[in-house]
């Protein structure tokens, strides 16, 4: 199926592989943070999920050794055969 994908990347401490694997829990936080209260992946995987889309994280940026995290969204762009307009 036809899907749009939107990538973000931040160059933050990234996350190990226990967080990575909870990630997407709600208010799951990994290491000690300034502030946030453990939504806002739960909510990003939830809406796509429920549109028929899902969320790819990995640690580091571009597939390099440098800290970070990317999240990539896949988005279907069409619902039984029906295109979706943007």
Do not use: Y
């Amino acid at each position: 199926m036809p899907h749009a994908v939107l990538r973000v990347i931040d160059n933050g401490l990234g996350m190990t592989a226990e967080e990575l694997a909870r990630a997407g829990e709600r208010f799951f936080r990994g290491r000690a943070q300034a502030s946030g209260c453990g939504l806002g992946l739960a909510i990003a995987k939830a809406i796509a999920q429920r549109h028929g889309g899902h969320l790819d994280l990995s640690v580091g940026v571009d597939d390099t050794t440098a800290p970070g995290l990317t999240v990539t969204l896949h988005w279907p762009t069409s619902v039984q055969g029906f295109p979706l307009t943007f």
